[in-house]
C-alpha cells in the first residue's frame, strides 16, 4: 500500500460534553465520480476516509491524492482485508458491485454499495441474506427518497391524505449518451450489466414507486431500445431508453420512462401519484416543493420545517430558504447508514433487500421487452 500525507481529522467531541465513540474508519473502492461523492458524505457524516483502492494501483494513488486519503491499497482484496476499516464503500463498475461487496461482508465489514446491488437477482439475493445473517449493515444509496419533500409526500400517503393511489407516472431523463461519440463503461454488459438505463437510473424510480406508496409492483410489461449500436468504435449490448407499464399490489397502474439519450434533459426525475382525493409530484431539479393536486385548486408545499411532517423535517438540515439538494441528500444518505452501524434503527434507510427489489424488477423489464409479455414480479 501507499501511504499519502494529508491532514488529520481533529477527534469528534459529543454534545453532551462527553467523548464520542471513535469516528467511524471508511475503505473506497473504485476511484471515478461516485468516489468523490461518496468521499465528501462519508466526511460530512464525521467519519474518516482512511483508505482507498481501485483498478490499478497507480489509479488508486491518483484518487488518494485527489481525494486527500491516507493510503491508496494495491488492491480491493488489500482494502476489505485491512483490519482498521469498519465500513466499505463500493463504488465501482456494476458488474463488480456483488463480488466486492460479499467479500467485503465475509470480512466482517459493514457495506455501502452502490446501485445496482447486483446484476443478477441470485447475487444481490444471496447478498441480502449475507448481511442478514452476520448482523451487518448493507446499505444501497437510493438517495432519491432522502429529500426531505420525498419524506413528505410519503407521510401523507400513509397517513390517507391523498386517498386510494389510482395511478403513477414516472420518469428520469438524461442526455449524456445522446451522440454516436459518447462512450461509457456502462454501454458494456461485460462491465455494466445486461441492462444500463433501467438498471442505471430507472432502479431508482423503482424504488421511489414502492418507498412512498408503500406499495410494490406487482407486474409489468416493457419496450427497450438501443439507440446506437456503437459508441465511441465500442459494440453496444445494453439500453438506452425503456418504457414500462405497471400494475401495483393494490391494482393501481403506472408508468415509468427511462432515457439516457433525451436531448437538454441531465437528471431529470420525475415522480407523480394521483390519489381519489389528492396528487402529489416531485421533481428531482426542483427538490424544495412538492406540488399538490386537488380537484379545486392546488397547492405548491415549500420545504419548511414548520409544515412538515416528523421525518421530512428531519432531514431538513438548514433553515427554509436555503436550497438543498442531491450532496445534502446523499450526506444524509450515509448519515443514516452510520447510525445503522452504530445500532441505531434509522426510517427509510435503502437496505440490501430494497436493492434486491430493484434487481428483480429490472430483470422483468429485461424479460419482457425481449418476449414481449406480462411479467409477474414476485
Given at each position: 500500500?501507499?501511504?499519502?500525507?494529508?491532514?488529520?481529522?481533529?477527534?469528534?467531541?459529543?454534545?453532551?460534553?462527553?467523548?464520542?465513540?471513535?469516528?467511524?474508519?471508511?475503505?473506497?473502492?473504485?476511484?471515478?465520480?461516485?468516489?468523490?461523492?461518496?468521499?465528501?458524505?462519508?466526511?460530512?457524516?464525521?467519519?474518516?476516509?482512511?483508505?482507498?483502492?481501485?483498478?490499478?494501483?497507480?489509479?488508486?494513488?491518483?484518487?488518494?491524492?485527489?481525494?486527500?486519503?491516507?493510503?491508496?491499497?494495491?488492491?480491493?482484496?488489500?482494502?476489505?482485508?485491512?483490519?482498521?476499516?469498519?465500513?466499505?464503500?463500493?463504488?465501482?463498475?456494476?458488474?463488480?458491485?456483488?463480488?466486492?461487496?460479499?467479500?467485503?461482508?465475509?470480512?466482517?465489514?459493514?457495506?455501502?454499495?452502490?446501485?445496482?446491488?447486483?446484476?443478477?437477482?441470485?447475487d444481490a439475493d444471496e447478498l441480502a441474506r449475507a448481511a442478514v445473517e452476520t448482523g451487518l449493515v448493507g446499505a444501497?444509496?437510493?438517495?432519491?427518497?432522502?429529500?426531505?419533500?420525498?419524506?413528505?409526500?410519503?407521510?401523507?400517503?400513509?397517513?390517507?391524505?391523498?386517498?386510494?393511489?389510482?395511478?403513477?407516472?414516472?420518469?428520469?431523463?438524461?442526455?449524456?449518451?445522446?451522440?454516436?461519440?459518447?462512450?461509457?463503461?456502462?454501454?458494456?454488459?461485460?462491465?455494466?450489466?445486461?441492462?444500463?438505463?433501467?438498471?442505471?437510473?430507472?432502479?431508482?424510480?423503482?424504488?421511489?414507486?414502492?418507498?412512498?406508496?408503500?406499495?410494490?409492483?406487482?407486474?409489468?410489461?416493457?419496450?427497450?431500445r438501443t439507440v446506437h449500436e456503437r459508441r465511441g468504435g465500442e459494440p453496444v449490448d445494453t439500453e438506452d431508453e425503456?418504457?414500462?407499464?405497471?400494475?401495483?399490489?393494490?391494482?393501481?397502474?403506472?408508468?415509468?420512462?427511462?432515457?439516457?439519450?433525451?436531448?437538454?434533459?441531465?437528471?431529470?426525475?420525475?415522480?407523480?401519484?394521483?390519489?381519489?382525493?389528492?396528487?402529489?409530484?416531485?421533481?428531482?431539479?426542483?427538490?424544495?416543493?412538492?406540488?399538490?393536486?386537488?380537484?379545486?385548486?392546488?397547492?405548491?408545499?415549500?420545504?419548511?420545517?414548520?409544515?412538515?411532517?416528523?421525518?421530512?423535517?428531519?432531514?431538513?438540515?438548514?433553515?427554509?430558504?436555503?436550497?438543498?439538494?442531491?450532496?445534502?441528500?446523499?450526506?444524509?444518505?450515509?448519515?443514516?447508514?452510520?447510525?445503522?452501524?452504530?445500532?441505531?434503527?434509522?426510517?427509510?434507510?435503502?437496505?440490501?433487500?430494497?436493492?434486491?427489489?430493484?434487481?428483480?424488477?429490472?430483470?422483468?423489464?429485461?424479460?419482457?421487452?425481449?418476449?414481449?409479455?406480462?411479467?409477474?414480479?414476485?
Amino acid at each position: 500500500m501507499t501511504t499519502v500525507d494529508v491532514p488529520v481529522a481533529a477527534e469528534v467531541v459529543a454534545a453532551t460534553g462527553g467523548r464520542s465513540p471513535a469516528p467511524l474508519r471508511i475503505g473506497i473502492i473504485g476511484g471515478g465520480f461516485m468516489a468523490r461523492v461518496h468521499t465528501v458524505a462519508a466526511r460530512a457524516s464525521g467519519a474518516v476516509v482512511v483508505a482507498i483502492a481501485s483498478a490499478s494501483p497507480e489509479s488508486a494513488r491518483r484518487a488518494a491524492t485527489d481525494l486527500a486519503i491516507e493510503t491508496a491499497h494495491e488492491s480491493a482484496a488489500d482494502l476489505i482485508a485491512d483490519p482498521t476499516i469498519d465500513v466499505v464503500h463500493v463504488c465501482t463498475p456494476n458488474a463488480s458491485h456483488a463480488g466486492y461487496a460479499l467479500a467485503a461482508i465475509r470480512a466482517g465489514k459493514h457495506v455501502v454499495c452502490e446501485k445496482p446491488l447486483a446484476t443478477s437477482f441470485e447475487d444481490a439475493d444471496e447478498l441480502a441474506r449475507a448481511a442478514v445473517e452476520t448482523g451487518l449493515v448493507g446499505a444501497v444509496p437510493f438517495i432519491y427518497r432522502y429529500h426531505p419533500m420525498v419524506r413528505e409526500a410519503r407521510a401523507r400517503i400513509a397517513a390517507g391524505q391523498i386517498g386510494r393511489v389510482l395511478s403513477i407516472r414516472g420518469s428520469y431523463l438524461q442526455d449524456w449518451l445522446l451522440s454516436g461519440d459518447d462512450i461509457d463503461w456502462r454501454t458494456s454488459s461485460a462491465t455494466g450489466g445486461p441492462s444500463r438505463a433501467f438498471a442505471d437510473i430507472g432502479s431508482h424510480l423503482v424504488d421511489l414507486v414502492e418507498f412512498v406508496t408503500g406499495e410494490g409492483i406487482s407486474r409489468l410489461t416493457a419496450i427497450a431500445r438501443t439507440v446506437h449500436e456503437r459508441r465511441g468504435g465500442e459494440p453496444v449490448d445494453t439500453e438506452d431508453e425503456a418504457a414500462v407499464l405497471f400494475e401495483t399490489d393494490s391494482g393501481a397502474i403506472g408508468t415509468l420512462f427511462v432515457s439516457q439519450v433525451s436531448p437538454g434533459r441531465k437528471n431529470a426525475l420525475v415522480i407523480d401519484i394521483a390519489g381519489t382525493s389528492e396528487s402529489f409530484e416531485f421533481h428531482q431539479e426542483t427538490p424544495d416543493v412538492l406540488w399538490v393536486g386537488r380537484r379545486r385548486g392546488t397547492e405548491v408545499v415549500v420545504r419548511d420545517t414548520d409544515v412538515l411532517s416528523p421525518d421530512a423535517a428531519r432531514l431538513s438540515t438548514v433553515p427554509a430558504g436555503h436550497p438543498m439538494g442531491y450532496t445534502d441528500a446523499f450526506a444524509a444518505f450515509v448519515s443514516d447508514a452510520y447510525d445503522a452501524v452504530r445500532g441505531g434503527t434509522p426510517d427509510g434507510l435503502p437496505t440490501f433487500e430494497d436493492g434486491v427489489r430493484a434487481v428483480l424488477v429490472t430483470e422483468a423489464v429485461l424479460i419482457s421487452a425481449v418476449d414481449g409479455d406480462w411479467v409477474e414480479v414476485a
